[in-house]
């Protein structure tokens, strides 16, 4: 296939389009030159919002746009497209309020989520405005997302924890539910989905199965063969100050995804992958002030 991957330089979009060239389809990324590029790709330097005709005599099999954030950014590239079969939006599950009941199903109704606030709402707007232009696109609408090329201080924060033999600290009891999805089934399923053409159009997609925080860091400390020490911060302390997820509980009916692709890398599996990524990369996951703020307060 002739594909063409919106991004292509960190994480989620750098991973699918290495992915796909991978498998030997030609991959075309669309970014504007400010990060090294992958290589068996070919690069369009352009921003998204200035194609002009960059992209109008190149015929795509499939278009897969993990980069766009807001009606904008969906504007701007169905306009600058030619001719095209598959368009694979990657949204997000922040399109949900929280107040519905859960697991959230897709056919349930989007709106605004006071944790993820214009983030979610500008995602609602981007599905809402490609769907009125291209009526059989496919929207996926992950949780966490995690593994090779995870940029995103999570878990490469707990590992570094565990390598340096730091207890962790927990917020309030350790039960919050997460729900993860990696990045390498993410790409699974959009092959999946060119494939089968399925009749449904918008998936939740994720594991099956959430995990609560300790499970999480406990997974995240055995990858490097240790046990976490843990303490328990109480709810009067900001959560996102010294652990990586907000405060905030849900999950994904991703029933619609297993009935296409039942076989779901575990999340150790997972783990594993991202930490051997971790240890040659080190330099590329963004930070943020987690270990100062656990010295500082926490005293180590």
């Not at 405005?129 to 997302?145: E, G, M, Q, W």
């Not at 995240?220 to 328990?232: A, H, M």
């Not at 509980?249 to 051997?276: F, N, R």
């Amino acid at each position: 296939m002739n594909i063409l991957v919106t991004g292509g330089t960190v994480f989620v979009s750098r991973f699918t389009a290495e992915y796909f060239a991978d498998k030997g389809h030609t991959v075309h990324v669309l970014n504007r030159g400010s990060r090294p590029q992958s290589k068996n790709v070919t690069h369009i330097c352009c921003d998204r919002h200035e194609l002009n005709d960059r992209l109008k005599n190149i015929r795509f099999d499939a278009i897969i746009d993990v980069t766009a954030y807001n009606s904008d950014d969906i504007i701007s590239l169905t306009d600058g497209l030619g001719s095209f079969d598959h368009y694979i939006f990657i949204s997000s599950s922040a399109v949900y309020p929280e107040i519905l009941p859960q697991p959230f199903t897709e056919n349930a109704e989007c709106g605004a989520n006071s944790i993820w606030g214009a983030y979610g709402t500008d995602k609602i707007c981007a599905e809402k405005k490609l769907l009125k232009r291209v009526p059989d696109a496919y929207i996926l609408r992950p949780p966490y997302l995690y593994g090779t090329m995870n940029n995103v201080f999570r878990e490469a924060f707990v590992f570094e924890c565990a390598e340096l033999n730091k207890p962790f600290y927990v917020p309030k009891d350790g039960k919050m539910p997460l729900q993860f999805f990696s990045v390498k089934d993410l790409c699974r399923f959009i092959e999946r989905i060119i494939e089968l053409k399925p009749e449904q159009h918008i998936f939740n997609v994720g594991n099956p199965e959430t995990i609560d925080i300790i499970q999480w860091v406990r997974l995240c400390y055995g990858v490097i063969g240790k046990e976490p020490e843990l303490k328990f911060v109480s709810d009067d302390v900001p959560q996102r100050n010294y652990f990586p997820f907000y405060d905030y509980a849900y999950k994904l009916d991703v029933s619609a995804m297993l009935g296409i692709m039942p076989d779901i890398q575990t999340l150790e599996d997972g783990l594993h992958e991202s930490y051997h990524w971790f240890r040659q990369n080190r330099e590329l996951v963004k930070r943020k002030p987690l270990h100062e703020y656990i010295e500082k307060n926490f005293g180590g």
